[in-house]
């Protein structure tokens, strides 16, 4: 009785044992990680970088040189890579890494580097381009080149410096991402929504060791105004606001990729009175970097006194932009019909200060299209734009310093004069053509090329 007992015992007890019955697996020792990389940087300092870490296990590393033991340089860092330094020039250390468990650790993985000889720490840093034009909420991207010696030592690590530079919605704020297989880095600049129209200078610092160098980047943050003053449908009293003549649909399209708003001038029932309508105030024009200002066909006061009073209150602040396309303002000041000569006394001052335009002249509703050309070194220049039958045209004669930009022929039909205003920094192009006559492309380029 006493075997056969001893003998279903063993049989019940191998059962069991087959079926895991709460019997525990002996925990097991990790293999080693996948991979190990032991880079030397410069003269003091050694990347290493690893893959592979079995599930369940940590990393640790260690090191030693000549024939020194190793020692413990960091257990469970984060990631797959990490930097060790302040080491001796031209010395060779060997690393090991060994994945970590509850049960023990691997055999581990060496690799050896030879840190190089002392080196030259210095460098020179550049920025292309220095100067960025970008809108709120807008980014824009400066190319940033490091230049070492022949014998480097060191990494150069970057910063973005400046009382506007940080992060959040009033700030500019940076970011670098390096240049793979080069020195240097691409430095993405995004302006926060809220960061009001200016110029911003900033720097960027470069660090490596004692040795530090800037480049200075600077942000023009612009917003532009398209004042709608085209006394087309959607400018009267009770109409939609939505744009319905060619001119608006071009302008507003023209504009696309940049930062602004758009401000309709409504016209009274009759639109006859010389002192309305009024575009927008002196102080609604400070809000915006520039403004694009256009009058259409019309020819009834498109621009009043007080719009003249106010664009010379804007230009006077610094760095303001002011592009007009207006026949029909010019129109009415002329004082000689389609002869040149000087302006009204009225606005004499804006055009001889301000436009830099000596005389003007109004040569009416041109029966045909007509083409106008760019001229070679302006930003107009390659340009040779048609418009289409029935467009009005005035004519202008700029005074010395004053750039022309487009041609009908001989006759200038478009200025630019920069350095105006009491800040002497401003610019006000004046166009004496009608955009509502130009075609969609047409109207992209010339617009784009103005507002540079």
Not at 134 to 144: A, C, L, N, Y
Not at 304 to 324: F, I, K, M
Not at 361 to 366: F, K, L, Q, S
Not at 376 to 391: C, H, K, M
Request: charged residues 15%; contains cysteine; aromatic residues 6%.
């Amino acid at each position: 009785m006493h075997k056969r007992g001893t003998v279903g015992l063993m049989v019940l007890t191998g059962m069991l044992a087959s079926c895991g019955g709460g019997v525990t697996p002996t925990p097991v020792a990790p293999g080693n990680p996948a991979g190990f990389t032991a880079t030397a940087k410069g003269s003091s300092q050694i990347q290493l970088d690893w893959s592979g870490v079995p599930a369940g296990a940590h990393v640790v590393l260690e090191r030693k040189f000549n024939a020194s033991a190793y020692i413990t340089l960091k257990d469970s860092p984060t990631g797959t890579s990490w930097v060790d330094q302040g080491l001796t020039p031209n010395t060779t250390y060997t690393y090991r890494i060994k994945a970590v468990n509850a049960a023990g650790s691997s055999s581990g993985l060496e690799k050896s580097a030879t840190t190089a000889a002392p080196g030259n720490p210095d460098f020179t840093l550049g920025a292309t381009p220095n100067t960025l034009n970008i809108g709120p909420g807008q980014s824009g991207t400066v190319s940033i080149s490091v230049t070492r010696p022949q014998n480097p030592d060191g990494a150069v690590a970057l910063t973005l410096e400046g009382a506007m530079a940080g992060t959040g919605v009033d700030r500019i704020a940076g970011s670098f991402t390096p240049v793979s297989g080069a020195e240097g880095s691409t430095l993405t600049l995004t302006v926060g929504a809220n960061v009001p129209v200016g110029t911003y200078d900033l720097a960027v610092r470069g660090t490596n060791g004692s040795v530090t160098k800037t480049a200075n980047v600077r942000v023009v943050v612009e917003k532009w105004l398209l004042v709608d003053d085209d006394r087309s449908n959607n400018n009267w009293p009770g109409n939609s606001t939505a744009p319905d003549s060619d001119g608006d649909r071009s302008m507003r399209a023209a504009m696309a990729g940049r930062v602004f708003d758009v401000t309709v001038v409504p016209y009274s029932a009759s639109g006859q009175e010389k002192d309305e309508p009024d575009g927008p105030g002196v102080d609604t024009l400070k809000r915006y970097s520039g403004v694009v200002w256009y009058t259409g066909d019309t020819i009834v006061s498109p621009v009043t006194s007080d719009d003249v009073a106010n664009l010379q209150g804007y230009l006077n602040t610094a760095g303001r932009r002011v592009v007009l396309f207006s026949p029909g303002f010019i129109r009415t000041s002329a004082t000689n019909g389609s002869t040149l000569a000087e302006p009204g006394d009225a606005v004499r001052s804006f055009f001889k200060s301000y436009a830099g335009v000596d005389r003007v002249a109004y040569a009416g509703v041109i029966d045909g299209t007509y083409t106008v050309t760019g001229q070679a070194n302006t930003v107009t220049q390659g340009l040779n734009l048609t418009l289409t039958r029935g467009a009005n045209r005035a004519d202008l004669a700029p005074a010395q310093g004053t750039q022309t930009l487009l041609t009908v022929g001989s006759t200038v039909v478009a200025t630019a004069k920069t350095g105006v205003g009491t800040a002497a920094s401003s610019q006000l192009t004046l166009l004496g053509v009608p955009t509502g006559r130009l075609t969609l492309a047409d109207t992209t380029s010339l617009l784009g090329k103005l507002m540079q």
